[in-house]
């Protein structure tokens, strides 16, 4: 019996980066920057098994990791900003 591995949906690249520079440009303070990281993972990436961390780099960089819930495995990296 083969289990069917769930795919991160295409939309949540272009989606996290659009939020990432929303935020970088001023159009999202802190609170509401978190309110849309936590919407795309409870909705898209959470029902799928995934998990979103979001991590500051010193060079003001915003990168997102996404991991596998059961294995932590990083599925796909997105570095966002300067």
Aim: glycine residues 6%; proline residues 6%.
């Amino acid at each position: 019996m083969q289990t069917q591995k769930a795919e991160i949906p295409p939309i949540i690249r272009p989606v996290l980066t659009q939020i990432a520079r929303m935020r970088a440009a001023g159009e999202l303070d802190d609170a509401n920057f978190q309110s849309q990281i936590d919407r795309v993972a409870t909705t898209e990436l959470q029902p799928r098994g995934f998990l979103l961390i979001v991590r500051e780099l010193p060079s003001g960089q915003i990168r997102f990791l996404i991991k596998t819930e059961s294995e932590g495995t990083v599925c796909d990296m997105i570095d966002c900003g300067s």
